[in-house]
T-cell receptor, first 114, second 114 residues
Framework: DTAVSQTPKYLVTQMGNDKSIKCEQN?????MYWYKQDSKKFLKIMFS???????INETVPNRFSPKSPDKAHLNLHINSLELGDSAVYFC?????????????FGEGSWLTVV | DQQVKQNSPSLSVQEGRISILNCDYT??????FLWYKKYPAEGPTFLIS?????DKNEDGRFTVFLNKSAKHLSLHIVPSQPGDSAVYFC?????????????FGKGTKLSVKP
C-alpha cells in the first residue's frame, strides 16, 4: 500500500503547455505539501495545505496553482511551462501542521520541459 | 541563503566501518532536526530525528549527535552496510511552530563498498 502516491512519475512536455501532477495520501493526514527538487538538488517547499486550506505559499510563480479537493488530495497544476520548471516534484503529507510530525514523501514526479 | 548546509556532496566508506555525515545550520530558531534517506527514483524516507533538548539520539545502527553551540549535527552509521548507500538529507524546523515545513540541506551521497 503506497501511503503517498503521485502521478505521473515521468512527464516530458513542451514549453508553453499546461500540465497537472496528482497526489493522494491514504494515511488520514490533515496536512499535505508540494516540494521541488531542482537541478542543484535543493529540496524546497512550494506549498502546504491543512485540511484543504492553504497555509504555506513560498515565492512560487503564480503559474503554479495547487488544488485540494479534499484533505486526501493535493494536485499541482502548472500553466505555461518553462524550461526552468524542469525538476522533480515531491508530494508529501504529515499528521497535522505542527512541526515535529514526520513528513512522508511520495516517490516524486520527474518533469522535463523541452 | 542556505539555512541548512551539507558541505560534503559525497562520502565513500568500506562495509563494516563507520559512516559520518555532517550538517550545519545557521538559523538559531531551529530546534528540531531530522535525517532523511533517499534511494534513486524514490521519495525521501524519514530515518531519525533529534530535538534541541537532547544532544544524542540512537536508533539501532543510526545515531544523531547535536552540538547546539556549534550549530552542527552529524549522523553516524555503524556498521555501514551496502544497503545504506543512498543520499542522506539533513532537515530542520522549528518544533511547535504552526508550519510543519522542513528546510533541507542539499544531501550527501553515501556509497558503502562491499
Amino acid at each position: 500500500d503506497t501511503a503517498v502516491s503521485q502521478t505521473p512519475k515521468y512527464l516530458v512536455t513542451q514549453m508553453g503547455n499546461d500540465k497537472s501532477i496528482k497526489c493522494e495520501q491514504n494515511l488520514g493526514h490533515d496536512t499535505m505539501y508540494w516540494y521541488k527538487q531542482d537541478s542543484k538538488k535543493f529540496l524546497k517547499i512550494m506549498f502546504s495545505y491543512n485540511n484543504k486550506e492553504l497555509i504555506i505559499n513560498e515565492t512560487v510563480p503564480n503559474r503554479f496553482s495547487p488544488k485540494s479537493p479534499d484533505k486526501a488530495h493535493l494536485n499541482l497544476h502548472i500553466n505555461s511551462l518553462e524550461l526552468g520548471d524542469s525538476a522533480v516534484y515531491f508530494c508529501a503529507s504529515s499528521l497535522d501542521r505542527a512541526a515535529g510530525n514526520t513528513i512522508y514523501f511520495g516517490e516524486g514526479s520527474w518533469l522535463t520541459v523541452v | 541563503d542556505q539555512q541548512v548546509k551539507q558541505n560534503s556532496p559525497s562520502l565513500s566508506v568500506q562495509e563494516g566501518r563507520i559512516s559520518i555525515l555532517n550538517c550545519d545550520y545557521t538559523n538559531s530558531m531551529f530546534d528540531y532536526f531530522l535525517w532523511y534517506k533517499k534511494y534513486p527514483a524514490e521519495g525521501p524516507t524519514f530515518l531519525i530525528s533529534i530535538s534541541s533538548i537532547k544532544d544524542k539520539n540512537e536508533d539501532g545502527r543510526f545515531t544523531v549527535f547535536l552540538n547546539k553551540s556549534a550549530k552542527h549535527l552529524s549522523l553516524h552509521i555503524v556498521p555501514s552496510q551496502p544497503g545504506d548507500s543512498a543520499v542522506y538529507f539533513c532537515a530542520a524546523s522549528v518544533y511547535g511552530g504552526s508550519q510543519g515545513n522542513l528546510i533541507f540541506g542539499k544531501g550527501t551521497k553515501l556509497s558503502v563498498k562491499p
